[in-house]
């Protein structure tokens, strides 16, 4: 995805430009600071996003991320360009939009229990060839 593609994207969201129609220059330098910002306030999510500074410029972000920050730039650049009204659609889908975005961002760890910790209730039985009480320590696996 290329800055004009996104930030287009983001006008075309709050019907302030039509699908076919660039974005103004002073439009664009207002967009670009602004997506600067909003990508340095979630530089925790890591997304290896880098600034942008010409239109032409590849947004480094990764594709499951993209919807979230087309939404994401949109409802912050509403104030400058779109009149005020309520953008309650904009809002709920920003909000799906994002979570569906952290949920792909996540990355689960094996859980490691320690050798203390009993294995619980139901480990024994008729049949059962190894009946531990505790789990494993390092050493055993």
């Known amino acids: 995805m290329k800055a004009s593609e996104l930030i287009g994207d ?16 002073d439009d664009f330098a207002v967009a670009v600071r602004e997506c600067n910002r909003m990508f340095g306030t979630f530089a925790y999510l890591e997304l290896g996003y880098t600034p942008l500074e010409h239109n032409s410029d590849d947004v480094t972000i990764p594709d499951y991320a993209q919807e979230w920050a087309v939404l994401e730039l949109a409802l912050r650049l509403a104030p400058d360009f779109a009149p005020a009204e ?10 799906i939009a994002k979570q569906d975005m952290l949920l792909q961002n996540q990355t689960i760890e094996p859980m490691s229990y320690p ?3 009993p294995t619980g209730s139901g480990n024994t039985g008729v049949g059962r060839l190894y009946d531990p009480t505790f789990y494993p320590g390092p050493e055993e696996e």
Do not use: I, S, W
């Open 86 to 95: 309520d953008y309650a659609l904009l809002k709920d889908r920003l909000r």
């Open 10 to 25: 983001a006008l075309g969201k709050l019907g302030v430009r039509a699908a076919n129609q660039p974005v103004e220059p």
């Open 115 to 117: 050798p203390t910790l």
